[in-house]
């Protein structure tokens, strides 16, 4: 059984989050006011939670530019192990609307367990809360690949260098040149060959070399790489 609190700013919003996991079997939630030994001041949201030992915390902050600050300070000094360094700690889960990517880097960094949606259904919640108490990380596909993007060494990788040239690239022979300009016309091997007074073979040979020369693997592909190295004028 997984003990999980719900910090919200508002009493809407947490009796939403919790009435929206209260059909989890698997999931208690805990719930109470508690006081510190100090004359009865009232704790934070965040100490009063992990007070009432959760196995993971759900937070709803009433702003996405909240998230950054809260979870920083949080991380440091108002609940000291609700977050902590790699996620070691209390695993909290964090439900806002729109948070920007790095605000979702930050949260992750500082030990947060999730960024997930205002919008997210129970059985979404559910798997968060699982995956968390599991220690996995549970982020949006398009959370993830932006928060990865931000990271050194990530994003999207460098086009591949275009492979060398043969040497002999772009060195057609006047025979070669003849056999292009007629595969450009739409010619068959055995029409270029009545054209040329050569034979089907001697054509084929020919193309073989064009091929080669201009790394074309198709005549229209020949045709277009010759054309662009001003080999042949379409």
Do not use: C, Y
């Not at 050569?198 to 229209?220: D, M, N």
């Amino acid at each position: 059984m997984i003990r999980l609190a719900v910090v919200a700013d508002s009493p809407l919003v947490q009796s939403g989050l919790e009435a929206l996991i209260a059909g989890d079997g698997d999931v208690q939630i805990v719930r109470g006011t508690l006081a510190s030994a100090d004359g009865g001041v009232s704790l934070s949201p965040w100490e009063r939670s992990a007070a009432l030992g959760p196995d993971v915390i759900v937070w709803a902050p009433a702003s996405p530019a909240a998230v950054r600050p809260s979870l920083e300070h949080a991380a440091d000094d108002a609940a000291p192990g609700t977050f902590g360094d790699a996620g070691a700690g209390l695993p909290a889960l964090v439900v806002v609307a729109d948070v920007a990517a790095d605000d979702v880097l930050a949260a992750v960094r500082a030990g947060a367990r999730a960024v997930l949606p205002t919008a997210i259904g129970a059985a979404a919640l559910a798997a968060a809360v699982q995956a968390a108490a599991a220690g996995l990380v549970t982020l949006r596909l398009a959370d993830a690949s932006a928060a990865l993007a931000r990271l050194p060494g990530e994003g999207t990788p460098p086009e591949s260098p275009a492979p060398p040239r043969p040497p002999t690239a772009g060195l057609l022979s006047a025979r070669e040149r003849e056999v292009t300009a007629l595969m450009a016309e739409g010619l068959a091997n055995k029409q270029i060959a009545g054209r040329l007074g050569i034979s089907e073979h001697t054509v084929k040979a020919h193309v073989a070399a064009i091929f080669g020369k201009l790394g074309a693997g198709t005549r229209a592909e020949a045709v277009v790489t010759a054309a662009r190295r001003g080999l042949l004028m379409l």
